[in-house]
T-cell receptor, first 113, second 116 residues
Framework: GDSVTQMEGPVTLSEEAFLTINCTYTATGYPSLFWYVQYPGEGLQLLLKATKADDKGSNKGFEATYRKETTSFHLEKGSVQVSDSAVYFCALTQNSGYSTLTFGKGTMLLVSP | DTGVSQNPRHKITKRGQNVTFRCDPISEHNRLYWYRQTLGQGPEFLTYFQNEAQLEKSRLLSDRFSAERPKGSFSTLEIQRTEQGDSAMYLC??????????????FGPGTRLTVT
């Protein structure tokens, strides 16, 4: 079945540092890929998405590129802020069927001033 | 702009009791999903509704779990004879969708269940 693997956290960075959170997937066909973010005490929010190979999703300074050749969708941000501290989840969905999401285990990001 | 709402936000119950959670999706969304998230893990799919029809259930959904979506609006998830292993965050999400295409899923804040 489909699966998503994320780098383990926590990732601890100082403000303005560069962020990379690795995500690789195993899936048949051509899934859509997502990054969700969960701030403390809040629900999951969609951060960005990409629906086909070589697409780049971007939002709020975060970017991720759908790399089919390496089955990866790594999340990057050039300069993190304290307010980016949260848990980040990589996920995929098949575009056929009922589009249920398959999530990775999540990576906690802690940004200090 | 009303998003997905879930009630209650927290529920503490004793082992063996029954509990019911409610999810109110975004009003025009025809698809509704339930997920379960345990500590340190990502959400795992439980069940899916398209309008009022329950079309898919995960193997995680034991016989003690039942879900409904009467009239294709709100949904309820009931757990009978709760066990300590049922302690988790239960998440509801909704989306628009047509055959072969699905828009993004919007998540509610979740119901945190603690079984003592």
């Amino acid at each position: 079945g489909d699966s998503v693997t994320q780098m383990e956290g926590p990732v601890t960075l100082s403000e303005e540092a560069f962020l990379t959170i690795n995500c690789t997937y195993t899936a048949t066909g051509y899934p859509s890929l997502f990054w969700y973010v969960q701030y403390p005490g809040e629900g999951l929010q969609l951060l960005l998405k990409a629906t086909k190979a070589d697409d780049k999703g971007s939002n709020k300074g975060f970017e991720a590129t759908y790399r089919k050749e390496t089955t990866s969708f790594h999340l990057e941000k050039g300069s993190v802020q304290v307010s980016d501290s949260a848990v980040y989840f990589c996920a995929l969905t098949q575009n056929s069927g009922y589009s249920t999401l398959t999530f990775g285990k999540g990576t906690m990001l802690l940004v200090s001033p | 702009d009303t998003g997905v709402s879930q009630n209650p936000r927290h529920k503490i119950t004793k082992r063996g009791q029954n509990v019911t959670f409610r999810c109110d999706p975004i009003s025009e969304h025809n698809r509704l999903y339930w997920y379960r998230q345990t500590l340190g893990q990502g959400p795992e799919f439980l069940t899916y509704f398209q309008n009022e029809a329950q079309l898919e259930k995960s193997r995680l959904l034991s016989d003690r779990f039942s879900a409904e979506r009467p009239k294709g609006s709100f949904s309820t998830l009931e757990i009978q004879r709760t066990e300590q292993g049922d302690s988790a965050m239960y998440l509801c999400a909704s989306s628009l969708g047509t055959t072969g295409f699905s828009y993004e899923q919007y998540f509610g804040p979740g119901t945190r269940l603690t079984v003592t």
